[in-house]
């Protein structure tokens, strides 16, 4: 063992808390992989989850890995030790299981990074008992796995707190009966919910390329992959479980307060794949945010919509009084009132974070929003009034629908904010900044809009830059965005289909580049990311029956269209 390696791996276990570390022995052990770096992936919460669920099983070790960073401690990596993992220092081929917890699509050619550097073979087809078995869960792999297909073993999809003990007594009982791993994968798949072998399915394609069929390759397996989600989310304490050093928060205890949003936004996968809504009890919260006030004096509330937590003035109510900060998420703009605004600033919450997404009225209704240019500057005045002098806006281009209009209109709103504030804060201490996000509409599976095309990639660039020069000179407005030529990548790989973990093949041989990539291949990727789908298409994430009625997603996205 590289001993500067160990050093590093000692260094950062040191400054956290909450590892887990097992001896080495007769566990059945588990490598768990954040497909980026060690400071994004520790401030994951399902990351973060799996491995505490995983260390939960008795008879199973987990331990972490990272993409490799050089220049930084979380390298894990050496030129002969290959990756190892933080806790023991294993290197990836001595763990029976390799699992990724994958967020974003973009991390895609780092799932393949990480496999390649374990020397293992990046094809599940090539691989044997003797490899890890590669299993892969998380929000993006649950909303479209496809792309990953031909490189995984298993997908683990949904919520993952009631399937992932299940799998692991599956995996502890083909062991003790010495099944292979084909009968292992088979069992599985006939006898759990939420899971996906994706070898087992077989997929036809029609001369146009578009989906024929997508069917089990055998007899007594399911048609379809079933999510179930978990009912009672008071039986999981979602929280922080390592506080770690260096990461985007690490002055904040993270505790899960809802799941599930009913607002039903045509865009956002996350207010469909996590419906119905769950509520965690107050009392379970509070006793998280008590272990948090043990370790952090900044608790940090998320969930899918956590401004509509009935109990979120009381919880808030509660960390104040302890004498803690607390840190929310993007706010509902239709439920900031004077009491909620006090609460953010009692807690001492500075910025906070609204999204208008759109800019004209006609947007919005598209979009399904529920709120109204009154509501977004009656809810940015309060917060003004009661001092919060930095506002996040988010606001989003390219949508189905949009025209140079409705642009302007995104300069026009944040024109009247900003004068609304200023008159707010007139003869106060000084308003710092409104902060606009501007990103791009990606089409998401399971949406109204999952049929939608991405806007050209110049288009939106050149939208960005017209927002941009609108507030050049402005010193009070910033403007942050994203890069649309990532967002081409990321819905190419949001909406592909396996043929498209070719290019993923291609992109990992050239090391990155993708746009040689893109050339070399011989797949059309604007068929993915340009081409408006029809209705009566079978889609790549058909597979799945997340729970969300097609019909539904129909209508919505009907509705919208009449709209525009
Ligand atoms: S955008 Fe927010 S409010 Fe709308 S559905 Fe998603 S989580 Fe709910």
């Known amino acids: 063992m590289d001993w500067k390696l160990k050093k590093i791996c000692a260094n950062i276990l040191e400054k956290e808390t909450g590892y887990i570390k097992k001896i080495w022995g007769e566990y059945n052990t588990v490598c768990l992989a954040y497909p980026n770096r060690y400071s994004i992936g520790m ?4 990351f973060q989850t799996v491995y505490k669920i995983f260390n939960d099983q008795p008879s199973f070790l987990c331990e972490r890995v990272f993409l490799p960073a050089s220049g930084n401690d979380a390298r894990f990596v050496s030129g002969t030790a290959g990756i190892v993992s933080l806790e023991n220092q294993k290197s990836i081929t001595e763990f029976d299981i390799l699992a990724f917890s994958v967020s974003f699509e973009n991390d895609y050619p780092n799932i393949l990074k990480i496999i390649n550097l374990a020397k293992i073979p990046l094809l599940a087809k090539d691989r ?21 297909a031909d490189f995984f073993d298993v997908f683990i999809l ?17 062991r003790r009966f010495g099944y292979g791993r084909k009968q292992f994968l088979k069992d599985t798949q006939e006898s759990l919910n939420n899971i996906y072998v994706p070898s087992l399915y077989e997929v036809n394609y029609s001369t146009e390329n578009k989906i024929q069929s997508m069917k089990p390759r055998e007899d007594g397996l399911p048609q379809k992959i079933k999510i179930k989600r978990v ?53 379970e919260i509070l006793e998280s945010v008590n272990r948090g006030l043990k370790k952090k004096k900044k608790i940090g509330l998320i969930g899918t919509a956590v401004s509509d937590h009935p109990d979120l003035k009381n919880i ?47 947007m919005r209704d598209v979009l399904g929003k529920g709120i109204t240019e009154e509501d977004i500057i009656h809810a940015t005045e309060l917060l003004a009034v009661k001092d919060i002098s930095n506002i996040r806006l988010y606001f989003m281009i390219g949508l189905p629908g949009e025209d140079e209009k409705d642009i302007d209109a995104i300069i026009e709103l944040t024109k009247k904010i900003q004068h609304h504030i200023r008159s707010k804060f007139e003869g106060k201490k000084k308003f710092r900044r409104v902060t606009l996000s501007i990103n791009q509409f990606i089409p998401k599976p399971f949406t109204p809009f999952q049929w939608c095309s991405l806007d050209n990639v110049n288009i939106a660039g050149r939208k960005i830059r017209k927002i941009k ?25 949001s909406q592909g289909d396996r043929q498209v973990g070719k290019i993923l093949l291609a992109v990992n041989r050239l090391e990155g580049n993708w746009a040689k990539a893109l050339k070399e291949v011989n797949i059309n990727p604007d068929f993915y990311v340009y081409r408006q789908k029809q209705f009566d298409e079978i889609l790549p994430w058909d597979i799945i029956d997340i729970g969300v009625s097609p019909q539904m997603l129909i209508s919505e996205c009907k509705k919208a269209m009449k709209i525009i």
């Open 43 to 46: 401030t994951n919460l399902g």
């Open 128 to 148: 044997s008992g003797k490899n890890p078995l590669i299993i892969g869960g998380g929000i993006a792999l649950t909303l479209n796995p496809e792309p990953l």
């Open 158 to 174: 949904g919520e993952i707190e009631e399937v992932l003990p299940r799998f692991c007594s599956k995996f502890e009982e083909a």
């Open 231 to 283: 009912k009672n989310i008071n039986a999981f304490p979602t929280e922080e479980v390592i506080s770690a050093p260096r990461t985007e928060m690490e002055d904040m205890f993270l505790v899960e307060v809802n799941r599930g949003c009913a607002r039903g936004c045509r865009f956002c996968a996350a207010g469909f794949v996590y419906r119905p809504v769950r509520l965690r009890g107050i009392a």
């Open 316 to 362: 808030c109510k509660y960390i104040i009084a302890k004498k803690a900060q607390t840190g929310l998420g993007s706010l509902r703009i239709d439920q900031i009132n004077e009491s909620v605004v006090e609460i953010i600033r009692d807690g001492g919450i500075e910025t906070v974070a609204l999204a208008p997404e759109a800019g004209s009225q006609r």
């Open 469 to 493: 020069d609108a507030f050049r000179r402005d010193k009070q407005i910033r403007i942050i965005h994203d890069v649309p030529k990532w967002n081409y990548v990321q819905t190419l790989l």
